[in-house]
């Protein structure tokens, strides 16, 4: 249905919608911290700034006159080579899964040893991996300098002038 | 948004339960799933949410423009200082073990609390400055035109 709307407003609210299945989609998967992220900040906040953006520029998408033949080909190549890529994924769940049995295993057996928490993601994240973590609050805060930077820049600009 | 009375009465009351989830979140990240990451999202939805109701002028009173830009910067603060407390004291970078080093599991418990604390204030202020920069430029709308 998304496919066809003209109306950009219908168009943020139905990828918001997407954003919240997704996130049920990571609960039934066991991965709550990554649901919790989808639902907040693909379903919330993204949502809201799509619609800020939305405010700023036009409401309807412009008609064009171009052929969506090739399109929507490349579309569904792309979809079928996905879905052609998954058949050689182990099983929802599989115990022999590349990701339970080597490195999965090791942190689930040791994390609990070594700092007494049992949320083993928060361990990885922050005392195992925590030189990432901070790289990433890194990359959070520079990605905000440069919404601050591109977007509050001009109008200081326009107000000196 | 004037006349919408619901929104506001509801907001009033949501903005509260968001922001004490969110510190939940937070604070019970190593027991629970969630972290400082998640609970940033989380309290900044909350400020956003009371943006969008109340208006842009209402929230920033509470949160001023200024503030919620320096914060960002703190929060990363907190978290390098966290290892560079460990320099001082003879461990690695980011080796909690420095924090209390008769109890190797206290110093992870705190660590890990730290520089969650950094993580999630810089994703609380760094939202909540983006969600300013972009509606701070919106055009004010008629209820209409949605």
Redesign the interface.
Known sequence: MALTLKHL?AVIMLSGAFSLVSAMLFVVMDA??VA??EA??GA??ST??ML??M??TV?VQKETKKPILLPLVVVCLVGVLLIYGTLDMPNFGAFDSPAQAHLGSTYLNITYK??????V???I???YR??D??G???V??T???G??L???GL?GRKDKE | MKHHLILKVITKFMVGVIVLFGLYVQFHGDYSPGGGFQAGVIIAAAFILYGIVMGLENVQKVMPIWFAQKAAALGVLVYALTGVFSIIFGFEFLNYHAISPEHPKHGQHYGIILVELGVGITVTFVMIAIYYSFAGRTPRLDDKEW
């Not at chain 1, 070594?114 to 949320?119: F, Q, R, V, Y």
């Open positions: 407003f709550v911290d919790f992220t907040a900040v919330g906040v809201v700034l800020a953006t405010a700023l409401r070594d700092m007494g928490i049992p949320n993601v928060t361990g994240l922050a005392s925590g030189y973590t901070l990433e609050t890194v959070v805060l990605a905000g300098l919404v601050i591109l977007l509050s109008k």
